[in-house]
């Protein structure tokens, strides 16, 4: 058994953090498959992956770790959630997600990826990158920990 030296882990990927905040909503997933924490947009009634040029007003929510939740245990990977499913979507809370790029600090500005020029679209980053990034209604709530996960509030 490990233990904890450092710090206590920030959580795994889509993990509603503080549960007492947070507006949850039922969404079907629509033709591609998703994973936990993942930011999302709505698209014909259903859920889908933000694409290359979508903007901030674009972002619907985050895609909700599932509880209980089997696959993943002792893993930060994200779990996968498959297309034509119904999922939660944090709409406003605060939730662990991994961190792509930068270094978050508490009350920093939460950065989405929209180009695809030096990263995945809908990696969550902690710096604006002009063309590349955008401020969404977010902050982070501290920095990653040893897994790259951290906290965010979303909406609030």
């Known amino acids: 058994m490990g233990f904890i030296t ?3 882990p920030s959580g795994f990927p889509g993990e509603v953090t503080r549960l007492d905040s947070a507006v949850i909503e039922p969404c079907q997933v629509g033709d591609a498959d998703l994973v936990n924490g993942q930011p999302v947009k709505m698209a014909n009634e ?5 694409e290359a ?5 674009d972002l619907y929510g985050f895609l909700c770790r599932s509880y209980p939740s089997q696959g993943g ?11 034509g499913t119904v999922a939660d ?6 939730m662990a997600v991994p961190l792509a790029v930068g270094t978050g600090s508490k009350g920093a500005v939460v950065y989405l990826r929209v180009s ?5 679209v ?7 990158v002009a063309d590349e990034t955008v401020a969404v209604n977010a902050t982070f709530m501290g920095a990653a920990d040893a897994d790259g996960i951290t906290e965010i509030a979303y909406n609030i």
């Open 116 to 120: 695809a020029a030096s990263g995945a």
């Open 53 to 57: 040029g979508d903007t901030a007003a």
């Open 89 to 94: 979507v944090l709409r406003s809370g605060y």
């Open 73 to 83: 245990i002792g893993s930060t990977e994200p779990e996968t959630v498959k297309a």
């Open 122 to 128: 809908g990696d969550i980053e902690a710096a604006l």
């Open 6 to 8: 450092t710090r206590m």
């Open 46 to 50: 259903k859920i889908v992956p933000l």
